[in-house]
């Protein structure tokens, strides 16, 4: 199987309720995007005790939102990958919506830690610097610093390059330790590594659409409203090429 660029923008259409389906993920992704500032109205006019619980409450709506449509996008991949009859899941299906999202959220997290706590060393070791008082130690320090600085920038690109292939190996099953079973994920590109090339591309190519449409969109004030539901279309295009990525190992396996 080859991987298709055009039919990940038009498998939406084989749904055919795709048109409320897309208009309600339009409607959170706005939703989620306006949660991110509603917060600024009452930190600037109830003051910082209200702001700070206005605060709270706003960003947990928004977080439980943005997990809510993480989760529909990689239900749409695990349909797309095991060729459900189902292309676009129902809205309506809360807890198996927010289950995906939320294994998701705590795979990649977890898949995560070694840079998150890298770069942790590098706050503590910088706070450190400012209390050396020998230009000695400090000349060690700053070393080690600039080492740690160029291991985080190795690693963010390493996790740049896999991220994707932690997704795939997430969305054939939804299971929390596919984002980090490497065995896993090794097997999957180790006759697919052309494969896992096309799908970076593609999703850098998709990457690159997003900007260019996003802004002609900023460019008036409706515009901007369409955005966020962009985000979210370009989103399930992603998943499209990430399941076509899957199924492509499957092909390769025969």
């Given at each position: ?6 039919n990940?923008?038009?498998?939406l259409?084989?749904?055919p309720k795709?048109?409320g ?9 706005l939703?989620w995007?306006?949660?991110?500032f509603?917060?600024?109205i ?11 619980i206005?605060?709270l409450?706003f ?5 439980l ?43 990649y ?17 910088f ?7 020998s ?7 700053s ?41 896993k ?5 180790k ?18 659409i ?23 279309y370009?989103?399930l ?11 492509t190992?499957?092909g390769s396996?025969?």
């Amino acid at each position: 199987m080859e991987m298709n660029f055009e039919n990940a923008f038009t498998f939406l259409a084989q749904d055919p309720k795709y048109k409320g389906k897309l208009f309600v993920g339009g409607v959170l992704s706005l939703l989620w995007f306006i949660l991110l500032f509603l917060p600024l109205i009452p930190l600037s006019l109830g003051g910082l005790k209200v702001g700070a619980i206005s605060f709270l409450v706003f960003y947990c709506l928004d977080f439980l939102v943005f997990v809510y449509l993480v989760g529909y996008t990689y239900l749409v991949a695990n349909n797309r990958v095991h060729n459900s009859e189902e292309i676009l899941p129902c809205w309506c299906e809360f807890r198996r919506i927010l289950a995906a999202g939320l294994k998701s959220v705590v795979g990649y997290s977890v898949f995560s830690i070694p840079i998150f706590a890298l770069i942790a060393v590098i706050f503590v070791v910088f706070l450190l610097f400012a209390f050396v008082p020998s230009d000695m130690l400090s000349f060690i320090f700053s070393f080690f610093l600039l080492v740690l600085v160029c291991c985080v920038l190795v690693l963010g690109v390493f996790y740049t390059l896999c991220c994707y292939l932690m997704m795939a190996s997430f969305a054939e099953d939804l299971k929390i330790l596919s984002f980090i079973d490497f065995k896993k994920a090794y097997l999957m590109i180790k006759e697919n590594w052309i494969n896992y090339l096309i799908l970076l591309l593609l999703v850098f190519a998709v990457g690159v659409i997003l900007q260019i449409v996003a802004c002609v969109l900023i460019c008036t004030i409706i515009g901007i409203i369409f955005i966020p539901s962009l985000c979210f279309y370009s989103g399930l295009v992603t998943m499209d090429l990430i399941a076509q990525f899957v199924k492509t190992k499957a092909g390769s396996e025969i």
